[in-house]
């Protein structure tokens, strides 16, 4: 099991897109909703505007991981 799938950056931005626009994305290879997992969990502290996501497609396990800024538009 040394097999790490990786989406391609096309599909990254993609999901990111979708994220950013508030709506749960779907995996492109298997086309379901993928899970979000906070990082940090509340004890990691990081101290600045900054929040860190990581989508895992539930089937492929492919993952994804995107720094979310608040309070700015990109
Ligand atoms: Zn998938």
């Not at 990111?16 to 749960?24: K, L, Q, T, W, Y």
């Amino acid at each position: 099991m040394s097999e790490i799938a990786q989406y391609t950056p096309a599909e990254l931005k993609a999901i990111r897109e979708v994220f950013i626009s508030g709506a749960m994305p779907e995996c492109p290879r298997c086309h379901i909703h993928m899970t979000e997992r906070p990082i940090g969990g509340g004890s990691f502290g990081l101290g600045y505007a900054r929040k860190r996501e990581w989508l895992i497609c539930p089937s492929c396990r492919r993952s994804a991981i995107y720094d979310i800024k608040r309070g700015t538009r990109n």
